[in-house]
């Protein structure tokens, strides 16, 4: 087996002893007709962010080859609110390279991410996987920078109560077993998502344990490994399905919600992101963090209000951005600060003989590595729709790398403190309403070069706005029934 795959999970790589990019329509069918493999599924991002599936029996070589040739047509307007009706009708086409076993179904079966296409063959631009891989490709053509992101999964496991070493609340960060709860939904889980194509990291348990009635609520975090945009949009999304699978296996309920109890920690999507260049991470400079990783930070913020129309999707999200919690509601960033918008988290900078000093007798490490500096943006929730939020960061890192005041706004925005306890910083919207207000203000930025095709900002405008929330943390506070109410109605979102 070669370097690339002789540890890679995927069962197709390591079959065919192939870089998952390298696929071809030939490396499927052989690998369906040696292993008899019985089904086909087509696996595409609906409007809502979700998974969606169609399966195939296979009839024949000849179907199979027909189905990977071809595709299929689907309801648009069943997948995506603003597609009419009377003229509805799309194309799903297979991307090889992300075929995958299934780890869950009855039957022998592989499954393909499609992309969408039009009655006329052309991309769909509305579509999820057309949105970021257009902001992706528009940004390196004009920086050529790559924009890389990796994810933080966040959500809960519930589950009755273990009598036997009982979890203490709010104390649950990067717990061992027997006083964590569920490690072993979550190891099975990573285990499955890199099977299926996910880059992990790494996963841990995370602070939050409550106890509420007959359920213990445990909090877990997966995060994942940084790789081109539109290729990580497409891991969170099968990683959140997956994760749904491995606890639904074991009669277990998940939840990706930003609050599921008021008063407890709630569940954020921290997005880290980096700009690479010819193999090299160019967020560092030889004294700290370079320019261009400042004017990334800027283009946050400066687009920071309109993001979180993305990022913070349904009522309960404004629920967990309040002041004096780890999640922010100030515009402002920072060094290992996590009460800051973004996050400047330790890099390696000039702490190369650490590994050398734990292990003494390891000769001198000659290889080379990337640098690991990212900057972390930390107001979204599990609520996002994946795609478009990880578009609008694309956007926003174009804005700031190419705003002349860009580096200016990032020295005025710096903080070391605790950024609540600032005056005069600019806030956050307080709801979807305020979100979605932004989010008009700022639309040429997300309309220009295409990126958003005109008509859906004023759709997912409408669309926050329908939750009609303007001040509603205010109306509901400490009114525990219509908070329960409200966070009941949102804990399976995203």
Known sequence: MNEETILNPNKIVQYLDKPADDFTKKDIIKFVEDNGIEMLNFRYVGGDGRLKTLNFVINSKKHLDHMLSTGERVDGSSLFSYIPAT???????????????????EFPTVDILCSYYTSAGLPFSSSPENIIKNAYNILKERTGFSFEVCGELEYYLLSEIDPIYPI???????????FSKWGSVRREAMKVIAEIGGKIKYGHAEVGNIINGDLEMVQHEIEFLAGPAPEAADQLVLAKWAIRETAYKYGMEVSFAPKIIVGHAGSGFHIH?????DGKNEMVAEDGLSDTAKKLIAGFLMLAPSLTAFGNTVPTSFLRLVPHQEAPTAICWGDRNRSVLVRVPLGWLGVDDMIRDANPAEPEDTSEHMNRQTVEFR??????????????????????????????LAEELYVSVDASTIKG??????????????????????????????GMIDKLAKDLQQHN?????EKLFGNADALKELVDKYIHCG
């Open 87 to 105: 003229s509805s009708d799309l194309y799903v086409v297979p991307r090889y390279k992300t075929a995958f076993v299934n780890p869950f179904t």
């Open 168 to 178: 203490i609340e709010q104390k649950g960060y990067h717990e061992s077993h027997p």
């Open 273 to 277: 992101t980096r700009l690479v260049k």
């Open 379 to 408: 107001s979204p929730d599990g609520s996002a729709n994946v795609h478009r939020l990880l578009a609008g960061l694309t956007v926003a890192a174009l804005y700031g790398l190419e705003h002349k005041d860009a580096l200016e």
């Open 425 to 454: 910083l600019k806030q956050l919207p307080a709801s979807c309403w305020e979100a979605a207000e932004k989010l008009l203000e700022d639309r040429e930025f997300y309309e220009n070069h295409g990126v958003f095709p005109q």
């Open 469 to 473: 929330d303007k001040g509603l943390s």
